[in-house]
């Protein structure tokens, strides 16, 4: 098991930049694979950014180019540089982590809102 608590939520202009941050309580180098989703108001949940333990990185087609995700295996940390912020960024973040063992979990944080607007 994983909990996963993500913080750096806020409101931001347009063309600024926010960092979020997610707290895993376990070493994620234990964890197959680590990313960031989100979800706008009546829309469903994509994909931001995600990697493999085996060092495989992928970005939802919206945010290539100004997020980066990042980690600090010290900390057990995992980070999206969000960089170019536009309006349709707006949603809320959520932290993902995927555990194979036998069986395939998948743990979710609890959120955190991104409201970008002038």
Known sequence: ??????????????????????????????????GWYRQAPGKQRELVATFTSDG???????????????????????????NSLKSEDTAVYYCNAVIRTSIIMTYWGQGTQVTVSS
Request: proline share 2%.
């Open 1 to 34: 098991q994983v909990q996963l608590v993500e913080s750096g939520g806020g409101l931001v202009q347009p063309g600024g930049s926010r960092r979020l941050s997610c707290a895993a309580s376990r070493t994620i180098s234990s964890i197959n694979a680590m």
């Open 56 to 82: 495989r990185t992928t970005y939802g087609d919206s945010v290539k180019g100004r997020f980066t995700i990042s980690r600090d295996n010290a900390k057990n940390t995992v980070y999206l540089q969000m």
